[in-house]
């Protein structure tokens, strides 16, 4: 065998073993590797309705709780799908390919902003309409994402 062609298979090799070490730990493609694996549909239907009825109960606190369990239910779904570690912030900014429909994407980033109005800021009060029009976005979400 020729000396040359023995350096090139010694450097493929090496190079394949960097790749699949960078793979794995998501320092590259990030948002193709899967951390979660398969969704568990029927807790997410599960905890959907969970959600639902909080939002139906017409109180404050009812109305705080179903949000911030509805933007956990996504996260979840995210993870899954795209795999990309960090926050909830960070896995929508790469989810955009995952939405047939700009609409529903900015939708959904509308509702995680209520969401993080509700954990940052001291004294914020939803009322039923914006607790129903983000329960929307987040159902549409859901949807657009294979998970109910």
């Not at 800021?121 to 329960?135: D, F, I, Q, S, T």
Request: glycine share 4%; proline share 2%; hydrophobic share 45%.
């Amino acid at each position: 065998m020729n000396a040359t062609f023995l350096y090139l298979i010694l450097f493929a090799g090496v190079f394949a073993a960097i790749f699949v070490v960078l793979l794995k730990k998501g320092w590259i493609f990030e948002g193709l590797v899967n951390q979660k694996g398969p969704l568990d549909r029927r807790m997410i239907w599960q905890k959907w309705q969970e959600a639902e009825n909080l939002a139906k109960q017409k109180q404050p606190s009812a109305y705080k709780a179903a949000i911030v369990e509805a933007d956990k239910l996504v996260d979840y779904v995210l993870k899954s799908k795209i795999g990309v570690n960090g926050t909830m912030a960070d896995r929508l900014k790469k989810s955009r390919s995952c939405f047939v429909n700009y609409s529903d994407y900015d939708n959904l980033w509308k509702a995680h902003k209520v969401r993080n109005r509700i954990a940052h800021e001291a004294g914020y009060e939803l009322l039923y309409p914006e607790v129903k029009r983000a329960m929307e976005y987040y159902e549409k979400a859901l949807k657009e994402l294979r998970a109910i």
